[in-house]
């Protein structure tokens, strides 16, 4: 059943005056608001009834109760889903073409493993166990080597736009470093380098806190370390 | 002018708010009189007793009197009682002498601010309330409230109560108010006042039935599921004792789904309830792309699957998100604009 009533607040940024918030009717969907979103894992399911906290048990009566929205494709309770990859691959999209993205990761991976391996091989015997051939956790450290900490924002205040240093949610700091390491593979790369190549490449650099993903994010610290003295700016 | 019988439809507009009384009181129970003289004649021409006709009854007599094939129930003969046909008006909110009755009628909104103060007042009496009982050295009570089974009153639904128009922005504060209400654990005080503006949710959706297994020639226990997708429709039969093999269209799923995430879906239902060499799939599909075929056939599975299963892990299932059609389709190419959201090229000159 259709339903109009998703809802944006749409804060109007004008300092140093607080925001009255409106509410705008933005997007909608085509499920009633009531469904609630489905939860694939299947640990959750088979956790007995003790080990849950207040907050869970007053989840699942209203999930007994409410209706539930279909789990879109790219769900699945396979233990090779990642929510990360996905959304590493959703962003890596072009024009809808899934299947292009899911293969360019794969074999993404897939020349991570086998770096890592041909570096395994040639090492010592000392130095073989430091050495992760894991491409999953080799990707999870390299994003999170690359998440910035702190990030800077445009506040306009007397007629001039200063860049203001703003802490980060989690979601944000996950999308910058995945923007940046897509970007910078796609446009500093030689022709005729592909893409699972350079990915990588770079992934392995982020890994060892190294190449120009991390040196972005560090120039950026600089900034907003440069520009402590407005911070009080921040009215939020 | 005779004022004519108006249909629902019309009547969603809050005609209530819409201004002072365009029917006047007399008009209004010279109405009533005349239904409920109609009601007597029609159960005698009935032939039924006039005391105990209900409106249902008015209901079938009409439609055996009047048949009509129009495809808007809304649009066929009815007879109603007047409070149901013309909307609560709002009286005129002033004397003689021209002075309002009410203390807010300058904001313009009166209703809804007197509203907000009264609930206000509540929120502070609870507020006391518990200030006493921790005085006191009394513990607070905390019966939870049963989220699940309510929801508060829609905008629409509250414009009906007040008889005036409101903002979402307005209505959104409101709500805000109540929940913060609610949040307190003295609000069993006030647990009529919000009764006023919350609703029973039916609670249980429609039990579905789940079709027992049936047998083949051979003894194999086997269930038939349907499902689909933005197009695609889908039939599955599920057999027992098999080896997880799948054919789709006479063709194994490997050579029909080239695509890895497809597969992905459609093992999903078995993965899920880990029983995945334990079931032989027979599927056919038509229609949609290959997505759509997929999850059409991830539906009907999880439908056959269901006879398989304990209640249970049918209930995790729905949770899960299977057992639910995905309502998205394609919308609709809208005139004036190149596709469905996205508009022509703005040109300056």
């Keep these: 059943s259709t339903s109009l009533s998703r809802h944006a607040v749409c804060p109007r940024l004008q300092p140093p005056f607080s925001c009255p918030s409106r509410l705008m009717q933005v997007r909608w969907s085509r499920y009633s608001p009531s469904f609630l979103e489905p939860e694939v894992n299947k640990e959750f399911y088979q956790k ?19 209706p539930i929205k279909a789990a879109p494709p790219t769900l699945s309770s396979s233990v090779f889903r990642d929510p990360m990859i996905s959304k590493f691959t959703n962003m890596m999209m072009k024009d809808g073409n899934k ?17 890592q391996l041909e570096k395994y091989h040639k090492a010592p015997e000392n130095e073989k166990e430091t050495i992760e051939c894991n491409p999953y956790v080799i990707f999870h450290q390299a994003l999170k080597n690359c998440q910035p900490i702190i990030g800077l924002s445009n506040i306009t205040k007397g007629g001039k736009t200063y860049q203001v240093p703003v802490p980060l949610k989690d979601n944000r700091k996950r999308f910058l470093a995945m923007k940046w390491m897509i970007t910078e593979c796609r446009e500093n790369k030689h022709r005729r380098t592909l893409m699972p190549e350079k990915l990588s490449q770079e992934l392995l650099l982020a890994f060892n806190n190294e190449g120009p993903i991390i040196k972005k994010k560090h120039v950026l610290h600089k900034m907003a370390e440069a520009n402590r003295a407005y911070a009080h700016f921040r009215w939020w | 002018l005779r004022l004519i019988h108006t249909s629902t439809a019309v009547q969603r507009k809050n005609v209530g708010a819409s201004g002072p009384e365009k029917y006047t009181e007399a008009f209004i129970k010279k109405q009533i009189e005349e239904f409920n003289l109609g009601k007597r004649h029609l159960a005698n021409m009935m032939g039924e007793d006039p005391e105990t006709f209900t409106q249902e009854d008015i209901d079938r007599a009409i439609a055996y009197l009047f048949p009509s094939g129009l495809f808007d129930k809304q649009a066929r003969p009815m007879m109603k009682h007047p409070t149901e046909i ?8 002033w004397g003689e002498d021209g002075r309002p009755f009410h203390f807010l009628f300058y904001t313009g909104k009166q209703s809804y601010y007197s509203l907000m103060h009264e609930t206000y007042e509540k929120l502070l009496s609870a507020q006391k309330y518990q200030d006493q009982l921790i005085a006191q050295d009394l513990p607070l009570q905390k019966e939870k409230r049963n989220l699940a089974g309510s929801r508060w009153l829609t905008k629409i639904e509250l414009e009906e109560m007040l008889l005036e128009k409101l903002s979402d922005n307005d209505y959104s504060r409101f709500i805000q108010l109540l929940q913060k209400l609610v949040a307190l654990p003295c609000s069993d005080i006030e647990e009529k006042y ?13 039990k579905v039935l789940i079709e ?3 047998h083949d020639e051979r003894g194999v226990a086997f269930s038939t599921g349907e499902g689909r997708r933005k197009t695609a429709s889908a039939t599955a039969i599920v057999y027992d004792n098999g080896t997880g093999k799948m054919t789709v269209n006479g063709k194994d799923i490997l050579h029909y789904f080239p695509v890895l995430q497809d597969r992905e879906q459609l093992l999903f239902p078995f993965q899920f309830l880990d029983r995945i060499g334990k079931h032989d799939t027979v599927c056919t599909v038509s229609g949609g792309g290959r997505s759509a075929q997929a999850g059409a056939i991830r539906l009907a599975c999880a439908k056959a ?14 949770q ?8 998205r389709v394609k919308e609709r190419k809208k005139p004036g604009q190149e596709g469905a959201r996205r508009k022509f090229t703005w040109k300056k000159r």
Excluded at chain 1, 52 to 60: G, K
Excluded at chain 2, 194 to 206: D, G, H, L, T, W
């Design chain 1, 48 to 66: 007995p009834l003790e080990e849950l906290t207040e907050e869970e048990r007053e989840q699942r009566e209203l999930k007994a109760v409410r």
């Design chain 1, 99 to 115: 299947v292009l993205a899911r293969s360019l990761m794969t074999q993404t991976l897939e020349a991570i493993k086998r770096k």
């Design chain 2, 86 to 93: 013309f909307p609560e008006q709002r009286k005129i909110q």
């Design chain 2, 194 to 206: 919000i009764q006023k503006f919350s609703k029973e949710v039916p609670v249980q959706m429609q």
């Design chain 2, 212 to 214: 027992p297994l049936q």
């Design chain 2, 305 to 318: 699957l269901r006879s398989f299963v304990t209640e249970k892990e049918v209930e995790f299932m729905r």
């Design chain 2, 320 to 327: 899960a998100g299977l057992l639910t059609v995905d309502p």
